[in-house]
T-cell receptor, first 116, second 109 residues
Framework: GAVVSQHPSRVICKSGTSVKIECRSLDFQATTMFWYRQFPKQSLMLMATSNEGSKATYEQGVEKDKFLINHASLTLSTLTVTSAHPEDSSFYIC????????????FGNGTRLTVT | GQNIDQPTEMTATEGAIVQINCTYQTSGFNGLFWYQQHAGEAPTFLSYNVLDGLEEKGRFSSFLSRSKGYSYLLLKELQMKDSASYLCAVKDSNYQLIWGAGTKLIIKP
């Protein structure tokens, strides 16, 4: 089945630094990938939709200058958390689907970000 | 506004059956998904319903009634590993996924 690989799985960084998270679709092409954030005991919150070859579409309240998304190819999207702060500590999950319509989302394993 | 409702938490016994309900009010409907999420892990796909009725997949079944804006996920022969959160998500008329808050299922021996 379709596999989405997300890296790193865990990262600890100091406040003020930037962190890049990669999301790859391993056996299918994904023109669209989605980035979610999840706080403890809460559901997924869509941050942005990453579109291959064009700018990402950010959800209301998500700072595009802080959460930089690049979708350079049909199999890779990256999320960079710039100038990280402790409140950015969270579980970040990417997902992709093979085609529109009924295809389910395939999720990466998530990245646990801790900003100290 | 758009809304997905599911119980916050449920408890069931190993070997038993449990039904997790989901009701939705969305702008349009293009399918309903159920995902399982273990603590600290990403969600995994369980089922998809777009037409009314029951979809059975092994120990898990999912039911949909579009007229009632209602779905349930039925888990049979519960195992300890089924302890997880179960997320209901509806695709609206814009093909955007609207997520429920999830139901934490606790399985007791």
């Amino acid at each position: 089945g379709a596999v989405v690989s997300q890296h790193p799985s865990r990262v600890i960084c100091k406040s003020g630094t930037s962190v890049k998270i990669e999301c790859r679709s391993l056996d299918f092409q994904a023109t669209t990938m989605f980035w979610y954030r999840q706080f403890p005991k809460q559901s997924l919150m869509l941050m942005a939709t990453s579109n291959e070859g064009s700018k990402a579409t950010y959800e209301q309240g998500v700072e595009k200058d802080k959460f930089l998304i690049n979708h350079a190819s049909l199999t890779l999207s990256t999320l960079t958390v710039t100038s990280a702060h402790p409140e950015d500590s969270s579980f970040y999950i990417c997902s992709a689907r093979e085609e529109i319509g009924s295809s389910p989302l395939h999720f990466g394993n998530g990245t646990r970000l801790t900003v100290t | 506004g758009q809304n997905i409702d599911q119980p916050t938490e449920m408890t069931a016994t190993e070997g038993a059956i449990v039904q997790i309900n989901c009701t939705y009010q969305t702008s349009g409907f293009n399918g309903l998904f159920w995902y399982q999420q273990h603590a600290g892990e990403a969600p995994t796909f369980l089922s998809y319903n777009v037409l009314d009725g029951l979809e059975e997949k092994g120990r898990f079944s999912s039911f949909l009634s579009r007229s009632k804006g209602y779905s349930y996920l039925l888990l049979k022969e519960l195992q300890m590993k089924d302890s997880a959160s179960y997320l209901c998500a509806v695709k609206d008329s814009n093909y955007q996924l609207i997520w429920g808050a999830g139901t934490k299922l606790i399985i007791k021996p």
